[in-house]
């Protein structure tokens, strides 16, 4: 039969209902469910539903449930994918256009779960599962899938009958909620003509759209090819955004056009990929040409994905730590180089699925208001509750030195004990190693002296580049600058000196006789003298001796890795082998020392210095005794000083750590304890991880276990080993009281490290750009520091999220 030219008024409109479809679809071209318009243009907002395996999606007993004979919308490519969005409710459809109508027939009727409890009116009266079926005269029952419910109206429409009709009654406009007559008025209704005919149009268009038959078969082909071009798009461009955080390399220049010389890191990428992916290539042309005026390449758009990849991190770290059940919080505060206080917050964790392994997540800064104890226990327990972490499964607390955060009164770690007494406080291991050097550094004047001439060493050839290649060309390890904070750190500068102290002098000997300058002269010759000393070189091998011992231990103390009992175990060797050295080090020094003064050519002897005598207060005051024996004093008020201090710094600074340690020892030593004492430190245990009633394990049930636990190899020794041993032989069923218990030990925190290293990152903020927001500052903060979790989050999901969160409606 021919067809009509349509009229004037006809064409209009439909040019008219065609340009609405290009921005409909459009705005949904990456899945995206009805959202908030971009910068003023407000637009209808739905919620995202989560996935069920299997039965699609569901919403407060609300599923969508496709047609079991519907073929999937990979059968039916010209089709939007809209299986994650959420089904609108039936009260608030939007105007029925052709392209709604389609998309709503698509997705089919949403179904009502059995377990769905429908809400009481006041005289009692609610919906009920039955009506959604219908019972023939012989028994059987018909699905009623025409009928859906509306969580908003609390009543009932019908599906077909609201796509088609043009009629108004309940079932279409208000929705039928007559609960008394709800039965009678259903069949009424599905009996009659207008819905038989409503019906047979919704059963043709759902076949017409399963074998891709509608009349906006070809458009719908180009809207659905271009939405997966914005998503390729996009997916590059998250993975440029993922690249550069992670690096720490800035984003932007002084412009942000395409093809300009200074236009920043991430118009320079895209421009590189576009040289060599078709993709970028022909999206950067269509944005350089003019054809497109959507690039997804400003400024705004890297915030919005930065904030989703940061939001996609911060969540599947959250869900590790709530499967892991008990984490242990970091915590430090500094100040960024715009002088504002952050805080830096890390949770440790020990994920079980596998191999038990320790992680330490980074959750973000926090910026602070004040630096109070109640403010940042406050601050911090605000953000566990963003995140939905309990904080009465947190059984740690770990800060360095501030007394806001360790204080015993006012500080952070008494605030939360008091919320929650199973979170220990747990001192650093590694910053007791690190301030018991700093305490031994500043007990004898040798030794600061010492330290003093090792920077005037590095501060002499390191301002000038002809003295610093005179010291290139005499040593193979360079002098290096020591750190005010890391004592530990100072074992670099003492080393080149250590075994290269001919070479220091003979350096300092060729800059006294090469410069012209005659302050630089006589502080090489006074500084070649020093170096020449028997003096300096006893200093410098004890000095050596002393941080070669820790050093070691430092370093361990600082992995990610490290548990209280072995921490302790390493500073008790550290205390013991300090011990050993007093006794014999000195000597052993002053043998090293005559060697690298017979290498200099210079004379081993130690020339006493002078003595100042203080004034007697009293005519009866005898004197003090001189010693004039020089190497008998150095050994008294250097050597002996240092390592003593050394020695009760370390024992003092250890205790609490101790301490500790000594509630989960019976975890590690109970192979080795009586009976009678097991159940004892069993019940100490048990004591300390309860609290209100609750405990995480029974005492008598631990010590039962412990006592029937079988040989372990003699390596199985720490808290970790012992976790993993469980874990192997799948024994955690069998001893749970002590899987429970290792697992809450090995979350405990030995070092701040990780919290340490996380202020790096504080130089974003200035280094990048001082005009930095915090929320994009933080952003590339999760992406950086948590790398890891970065490249297991999917770049699909990233997308989905930066979909979900905004939408935006162009214009073709």
């Not at 004890?542 to 103390?557: A, E, G, P, S």
């Not at 100490?684 to 991880?689: H, V």
């Not at 024994?731 to 030995?750: F, G, Q």
């Amino acid at each position: 039969m021919k067809r009509s030219k349509p009229s004037g008024a006809q064409y209009r409109k439909r040019r008219k209902e065609e340009a609405n479809t290009r921005s409909f679809y459009h705005e949904h071209f990456l899945q995206l469910s009805q959202g908030a318009a971009a910068e003023g243009t407000s637009a209808p907002t739905s919620t995202p539903l989560s996935e069920e395996s299997g039965e699609g999606t569901s919403r407060a007993g609300i599923t969508i449930q496709p047609p079991q004979d519907t073929p999937s919308t990979a059968t039916r490519p010209y089709l939007l994918d809209f299986s994650k969005e959420a089904p609108l409710d039936p009260a608030d459809w939007p105007n029925l256009s052709e392209v709604v109508r389609m998309e709503i027939a698509s997705r089919g009727p949403s179904l009502v779960k059995p377990d769905f409890i429908f809400p009481k009116r006041e005289d009692g009266r609610s919906c009920h599962h039955h009506y959604f079926s219908r019972r023939l005269v012989n028994g059987e029952k018909i699905k009623r899938s025409w009928l859906v419910y509306s969580i908003k109206r609390n009543s009932l429409f019908c599906f077909c009958c609201k796509l088609f009709s043009l009629k108004s009654f309940k079932l279409i406009n208000g929705g039928l909620n007559d609960w008394k007559n709800c039965s009678e008025l259903l069949k009424s209704h599905e009996n009659s003509p207008e819905h038989s005919k409503n019906m047979t149009q919704w059963k043709e268009l759902e076949t017409r759209i399963d074998n891709c038959q509608t009349i906006d078969k070809t458009e719908m082909s180009l809207i659905d090819a271009e939405r997966k071009r914005w998503r390729e798009v996009l997916t590059r461009l998250v993975a440029i955004i993922q690249s550069l955080a992670e690096r720490n390399i800035t984003f932007r220049g002084t412009t942000e056009t395409l093809h300009q010389p200074n236009n920043g890191n991430f118009l320079k990428e895209v421009e590189l990929m576009a040289q060599f992916d078709p993709v970028m290539k022909e999206h950067v042309a269509k944005v350089v040409s003019g054809d497109i005026h959507i690039s997804y390449l400003g400024k705004n758009i890297q915030n919005e994905l930065i904030d989703c990849i940061g939001g996609k991190i911060v969540e599947s770290m959250v869900a590790e730590i709530k499967q892991s059940k008990y984490f242990s919080i970091i915590l430090d505060c500094t100040t960024d180089l715009k002088n504002k206080e952050q805080l830096s917050v890390i949770i440790r964790i020990v994920a079980v699925e596998d191999t038990p392994q320790i992680k330490e997540h980074f959750i973000g800064f926090l910026e602070e208001e004040e630096s109070t104890g109640e403010s940042l226990s406050t601050l911090i327990l605000k953000r566990l509750e963003e995140l939905d972490i309990p904080f009465e499964d947190c059984r740690g607390q770990f800060y360095e030195n501030g007394a806001n955060l360790k204080g015993k009164r006012k500080g952070v770690q008494t605030r939360l004990l008091k919320i929650n007494p199973r979170a220990l406080y747990v001192p650093c291991g590694a910053h007791t190693v690190n301030l018991m050097v700093a305490d031994a550094a500043k007990s004898s004047t040798d030794a600061t002296g010492y330290f003093g001439y090792l920077q005037k060493l590095f501060t002499l050839f390191s301002t000038s580049t002809q003295r610093w290649s005179i010291l290139r060309k005499h040593l193979n390890t360079t002098l290096r600058s020591w750190s005010d904070t890391r004592w530990e750190s100072r074992i670099s500068s003492v080393k080149a000196v250590r075994y290269q102290a001919a070479e220091v002098r003979d350096a300092l000997l060729e800059v006294r006789d090469n410069t012209t300058d005659p302050v630089i002269k006589t502080e090489a010759q006074s500084l070649a003298e020093e170096v020449g000393s028997y003096r300096f070189s006893i200093c410098t091998v004890v000095w050596y001796d002393i941080l070669t011992k820790i050093q070691h231990v430092h370093k361990l103390l600082q992995l990610e890795t490290m548990q209280v009992d072995l921490a302790v175990h390493l500073l008790k060797k550290t205390e013991a082998s300090l011990l050993s050295y007093r006794d014999t080090g000195f000597a052993s020094a002053q043998v090293s020392a005559r060697e690298m003064c017979e290498e200099m050519n210079v004379e081993a002897f130690l020339k006493p210095n002078g003595l100042r005598t203080t004034r007697r207060q009293f005519s009866y005051e005898a004197p003090d005794e001189k010693l004039t024996d020089a190497l008998k004093k150095m050994e008294t008020s250097f050597f002996n000083v240092v390592v003593d201090e050394s020695i009760v710094s370390l024992q003092e600074r250890s205790q609490a750590l101790g301490e500790v340690e000594k509630k989960f020892s019976v975890l590690v030593n109970f192979p080795d304890l009586p009976s009678e004492e097991l159940k004892k430190q069993c019940e100490i245990l048990s004591n300390t991880l309860s609290c209100s009633g609750q405990s995480d394990l029974d005492g008598t049930e631990l010590a039962l276990e412990l006592q029937a636990f079988p040989d372990l190899p003699e390596d199985k020794t720490t808290t970790l080993e012992l976790l993993k041993f469980l874990q192997e032989k799948n024994l955690k069923e069998v001893y749970p009281n002590m899987w429970v218990a290792l697992r809450i030990a090995v979350t405990l925190p030995v070092t701040a490290a990780a919290v340490e290293r996380s202020f790096s990152k504080l130089k974003l903020k200035t280094y990048l750009r001082s005009t930095m927001s915090e929320e994009r500052f933080n952003g590339l903060g999760l992406i950086s520091i948590n790398r890891d979790v970065s490249r297991q989050v999917s770049i699909d999901e990233t997308i989905d999220a930066f979909a979900a969160k905004k939408s935006r409606r162009v214009q073709f």
